[in-house]
C-alpha cells in the first residue's frame, strides 16, 4: 500500500452530507427548462465538450433550440468520444494513471457506455465489452493481445462509427456470471490483476471509481480477522505500525477485495507454455497468489473461496453512502462491481470528475456544489447516462458561472 494524501478527485464525507441535503432540489431543477442559448454560450459548450470548433451551421443550430438539447448536439461529434471521453477514461486503466496509454478495451467500453447511454452504475457489473466493427477492417478481438484496439489508434478511427457491444462471456471465456464490467476486461486485468495479490484490483477501482484513495478511508474499528496471512502483524519487528496503519487499510479491502480470489492474468499458459496474456478464471479455486508468504503471519486469515463482506457499512466510511437496497456481501467480483457502483460516492465521483473536466475547474463555492449535488442527484435518477453528465456541467459553466 502506498503513502500519501487523498487525490485531487477525492469525494470526502462533506461533499457527500451537502448532495444529501440538496437532493429534492435536484430532482427539481434536473427538469426545469434551460432557455436557449446565446451564440457564444453554444460555442463554449461545444468546445468544452468536443474539444473542437463548431461549424457555423451547427451553431446556428444550438442556439434555435434549449440550452440542454445544444448541449447534446456537442456530444454527436466524433471528437467528444475519440478526445474527450478517451481521455478521461484512459488514465483508469493504468497504474500510472497516465492518459499517454494505448487504446484497449476497457477505454474502449467506457467509450461506447457514453455513446449508447449504457447506465453507468453497471461499469463494475455488467457482461460487456466494445469491440470493432467489420468496417473498421482491423484484427479480430483476442483475449490475448491488444491488437484490435491498436489498429484502431494507428489508423484514428471513428471510434463513435466503430464501436460496437458484445459480451465478455462470449469472447474471453470467462462464464457471465464471472463478468464485471471493466473489472474483467483484458486491459483492467493486464493492470491489476497481474502479480501481486489482486489487491491492486480493489485499490484501483477505489481510486478510479469512488474517487477515494485507502488512506482517505482507513478505519482502524474494523475486525482483522479476515486480513490475510502475507501481512505481517509487526513489520521491522514494531508490531505498533500494524495497529496504527496496516491494519486501517488491510481490515476492510482484504475481505472485499477476496471477491477476486478466482482471477489472474497469465502471460503463460501452463499446459502449453506459450504466451497468451490474457485473463484467467479458475471457477471454486483460489489463486496462488492469495497464500502467498504465508509464513509473515501464520495465524492470518487462508482465503477458502470468493466471499466477499463490505464492512465499510459500519463506522465512518457509512459515509460513502451505501446502498440500502444492497446486503453488502455476496461471492464474486460481479456482486461486489454492483456493491460499489450502487453507492453515492460512485456516482458523485463520476459527476464531479466531469464537472472538473468540462469546466476547467473543481467544485470551487456554493453554487459549484450545489450544482454537483443536483447533478448527482439526476444522474442518479435518470439512469445513469454520463453523456447527460457532459451537458449539464457544459451549459452550467458556458452560462457566466
Known amino acids: 500500500m502506498k503513502n500519501g494524501m487523498a487525490g485531487p478527485n477525492w469525494i470526502g464525507p462533506g461533499t457527500l452530507r451537502h448532495i444529501a441535503c440538496v437532493s429534492v432540489l435536484a430532482l427539481v431543477s434536473a427538469v426545469a427548462p434551460a432557455a436557449n442559448p446565446t451564440k457564444d454560450q453554444a460555442k463554449q459548450m461545444y468546445d468544452r465538450i468536443a474539444g473542437v470548433p463548431a461549424t457555423d451551421a451547427t451553431l446556428n443550430a444550438m442556439?434555435?433550440?434549449?440550452?440542454?438539447?445544444?448541449?447534446?448536439?456537442?456530444?454527436?461529434?466524433?471528437?467528444?468520444?475519440?478526445?474527450?471521453?478517451?481521455?478521461?477514461?484512459?488514465?483508469?486503466?493504468?497504474?500510472?494513471?497516465?492518459?499517454?496509454?494505448?487504446?484497449?478495451?476497457?477505454?474502449?467500453?467506457?467509450?461506447?457506455?457514453?455513446?449508447?447511454?449504457?447506465?453507468?452504475?453497471?461499469?463494475?457489473?455488467?457482461?460487456?465489452?466494445?469491440?470493432?466493427?467489420?468496417?473498421?477492417?482491423?484484427?479480430?478481438?483476442?483475449?490475448?493481445?491488444?491488437?484490435?484496439?491498436?489498429?484502431?489508434?494507428?489508423?484514428?478511427?471513428?471510434?463513435?462509427?466503430?464501436?460496437?457491444?458484445?459480451?465478455?462471456?462470449?469472447?474471453?471465456?470467462?462464464?457471465?456470471?464471472?463478468?464485471?464490467?471493466?473489472?474483467?476486461?483484458?486491459?483492467?486485468?493486464?493492470?491489476?490483476?497481474?502479480?501481486?495479490?489482486?489487491?491492486a484490483m480493489f485499490r484501483f477501482t477505489m481510486m478510479n471509481h469512488l474517487c477515494d484513495d485507502l488512506q482517505v478511508v482507513m478505519d482502524f474499528t474494523r475486525p482483522p480477522d479476515r486480513i490475510r496471512q502475507d501481512v505481517t502483524r509487526s513489520p521491522g519487528g514494531d508490531s505498533s505500525l500494524f495497529l496504527n496503519n496496516c491494519i486501517g487499510c488491510h481490515s476492510g479491502m482484504d475481505p472485499m477485495a477476496q471477491a477476486f480470489a478466482y482471477y489472474n492474468f497469465s502471460n503463460t499458459d501452463p499446459t502449453t507454455a506459450s504466451s497468451t496474456g490474457q485473463i484467467v478464471y479458475t471457477a471454486g479455486q483460489v489463486q496462488p497468489k492469495y497464500f502467498i508468504n504465508s509464513t509473515n503471519f501464520p495465524q492470518g486469515y487462508v482465503t477458502p473461496d470468493d466471499h466477499w463482506d463490505n464492512r465499510w457499512r459500519g463506522g465512518v466510511n457509512q459515509l460513502l453512502g451505501w446502498n440500502a437496497g444492497q446486503t453488502g456481501s455476496g461471492q464474486g467480483a460481479k456482486s461486489l462491481g454492483q456493491e460499489l457502483a450502487g453507492s453515492q460516492a460512485f456516482a458523485s465521483c463520476q459527476v464531479t470528475r466531469v464537472f472538473k473536466y468540462v469546466c476547467f475547474r473543481a467544485p470551487s463555492n456554493a453554487g459549484d456544489r450545489t450544482k454537483v449535488a443536483t447533478m448527482t442527484a439526476a444522474f442518479k435518477s435518470n439512469g445513469y447516462k454520463l453523456r447527460q453528465v457532459f451537458a449539464d456541467a457544459a451549459v452550467y459553466c458556458s452560462t457566466g458561472n
Open 63 to 199: 442556439v434555435a433550440t434549449d440550452a440542454n438539447t445544444a448541449a447534446l448536439m456537442a456530444t454527436q461529434d466524433p471528437a467528444f468520444y475519440n478526445n474527450t471521453v478517451r481521455n478521461l477514461a484512459t488514465p483508469w486503466t493504468n497504474r500510472d494513471q497516465t492518459v499517454f496509454a494505448p487504446l484497449n478495451d476497457y477505454t474502449a467500453t467506457v467509450v461506447g457506455m457514453v455513446r449508447d447511454d449504457v447506465p453507468f452504475n453497471t461499469l463494475l457489473s455488467a457482461d460487456l465489452v466494445y469491440i470493432a466493427d467489420s468496417a473498421a477492417n482491423v484484427p479480430a478481438y483476442s483475449p490475448a493481445n491488444n491488437d484490435m484496439y491498436e489498429a484502431l489508434d494507428a489508423d484514428g478511427a471513428d471510434l463513435k462509427a466503430h464501436l460496437i457491444s458484445s459480451t465478455q462471456s462470449a469472447l474471453t471465456g470467462v462464464p457471465a456470471a464471472a463478468t464485471a464490467g471493466v473489472m474483467t476486461t483484458r486491459g483492467a486485468a493486464s493492470a491489476f490483476f497481474i502479480n501481486g495479490t489482486n489487491r
